[in-house]
Nanobody, 119 residues
Framework: EVRLVESGGGLVQPGGSLRLSCTAS????????MSWVRQVPGKGPEWVSA????????HYADSVKGRFTISRDNAKNTLYLQMNSLKPEDSAVYYC????????????WGQGTQVTVSS
């Protein structure tokens, strides 16, 4: 069974940090470019960041550039998102996703982890 399981979300004050993890099972994460996507209830999904299979090429949405860092450990079948200087507008459910032929479409999704930034 293919699964992506996110963890590490929670409640944090503005300016704080969180590290999200996404662990894959049932497939080899290292064979896929990976993305983080977030969604606020009632709004469409927002792509956050993407990383190539070997970790050598990364991309960020302008809204998180300079604050978030995507990384991966293929040996552990795990994807990460380090989030620093968090803002209330970063509050959302964060999903990891395995890219299809491009990162405009996805083969696999996780169930999501809630991030709430509030004082």
């Amino acid at each position: 069974e293919v699964r992506l399981v996110e963890s590490g979300g929670g409640l944090v004050q503005p300016g704080g940090s969180l590290r999200l993890s996404c662990t894959a099972s049932g497939f080899t994460l290292g064979n896929y470019d990976m993305s983080w996507v977030r969604q606020v209830p009632g709004k469409g999904p927002e792509w956050v960041s993407a990383i190539a299979t070997d970790g050598g090429n990364v991309h960020y949405a302008d809204s998180v550039k300079g604050r978030f860092t995507i990384s991966r450990d293929n040996a552990k079948n795990t994807l990460y998102l380090q989030m620093n200087s968090l803002k209330p507008e970063d509050s959302a459910v964060y999903y990891c996703a395995a890219c299809g032929s491009s990162c405009l479409e996805y083969d696999y999704w996780g169930q999501g982890t809630q991030v709430t930034v509030s004082s």
